[in-house]
């Protein structure tokens, strides 16, 4: 019996081939083909998770008038 061979492809783009590196480079468990796409992957993670942060306290409207 043959072993089954993982498919790894590249969270940013799709790709399932390699593009400036050697190997896949993991990030969170995540596979990227170049650091390009880890790095793009990165940047909009990190800007999608400060949208879901709540505002600071100091910032919200005062209710009192």
Do not use: W
């Amino acid at each position: 019996m043959r072993g089954k061979k993982s498919v790894i492809y590249c969270e940013q783009c799709g790709s399932d081939t390699l593009s400036c590196t050697v190997d896949f480079i993991t990030f969170h468990h995540l596979s990227f083909c170049s650091p390009g796409c880890c790095e793009e992957y990165r940047n909009a993670d990190e800007l999608k998770r400060a949208a879901k942060e709540p505002p600071a306290a100091g910032a919200r409207a005062s209710k009192a008038a």
